[in-house]
């Protein structure tokens, strides 16, 4: 008896396998062929990353549901598995912005105490980002020029007494890191102090700040994978490439710049608003730790 349901529940089991569908991943303006669902072959650590996604309001997924990304619905059409070469990819287009930006993301933001925005680093406690990634795919403008793909950051941000003291509706600080890939090499743009003078009050407005010229590495990625390191310590920072060079960050600007909290940012932040602009960004390891 138990023979003959055992056989009949593989059977049933097969018959409804049949009928599972997958959800599409999508693709500048088009739909990619269904695939089957695919396993994590990456290591990637997703306890303390929270996920913002290009779509409602736009939509974020924190630890522990960021667990489930392959199972959830929202999620896979913009992060999920690609196991024919163990990557994480992050797919972006332009649709939902955040409150402090016109651009769309598929991006991980810092959480230092999963699913908390509130416990963030100093650049004296000091905090290191290592990553793998390429960036395969990605739109062109109508001059035929890529888009760009900002694919880490340093983020700035203010403790809630510094936000109530400026009198600031949020706790946005600028960015004083921002990695972009640019026409298939990394480029660099960090930030300075307009008014060495300032109070500390003065230096907790985001127009205190100015962008600096850039720093673009002069080894070519392409489309190839590569590895980036941002270490933030009490000196500085330093940025390194395919561990051959570093660009490094010091000076007054750096010391004054310890008076905010950081958290790290790592994915696809598209620089492009264009209808049919789209990026893929595939990461293949990821690692932060703090002194």
């Known amino acids: 008896m138990y023979r003959h349901f055992f056989f009949g529940l593989l059977l049933l089991t097969a018959l409804l396998g049949c009928g599972e569908k997958t959800i599409p991943r999508p693709t500048g303006g088009s739909v990619e062929p269904e695939l089957p669902p695919t396993a994590a072959t990456h290591d990637i650590d997703l306890n303390h990353w929270k996920l913002t996604l290009p779509v409602g309001a736009p939509t974020e997924v924190e630890p522990p549901e960021i667990l489930k ?155 190839e994978p590569f590895t980036l390191e941002i270490v933030a310590d009490g000196t500085g920072m330093r940025v390194s490439l395919n561990d051959k060079e570093t660009h490094t960050y010091s000076g007054p600007d750096m010391e004054k710049w310890g008076v905010f909290e950081n958290y790290f940012k790592a994915g696809n932040y598209l620089q492009a608003k264009d209808s049919a602009a789209f990026a893929r960004v595939k990461y293949y390891e990821l690692e932060v730790s703090h002194q």
């Open 69 to 223: 990304y392959a199972e959830l619905a929202e999620v896979k059409p913009y992060m999920y598995d690609d196991t024919t070469d163990g990557s994480l990819v992050f797919y972006a287009s332009p649709g939902a912005s955040t409150a402090n930006s016109s651009y769309s993301r598929s991006e991980l933001r810092e959480q230092m105490v999963p699913g908390s925005n509130n416990v963030n680093w100093t650049f004296e406690q000091g905090g290191k980002l290592r990553g793998r990634l390429s960036v395969p795919e990605v739109s062109r403008d109508e001059a035929g020029k890529p888009h760009r793909v900002i694919v880490m950051q340093i983020h700035g941000r203010l403790t809630n007494e510094q936000r109530d003291l400026i009198g600031e509706d949020d706790n946005n600080a600028p960015p004083i890191m921002k990695v972009y890939w640019q026409d298939g090499k990394v480029r660099l743009k960090s930030k300075y102090l307009k008014n060495p003078d300032a109070t500390y009050e003065e230096l907790l407005h985001t127009s205190a700040w100015g962008d600096d010229e850039g720093y673009t590495f002069p080894e070519a990625v392409g489309t």
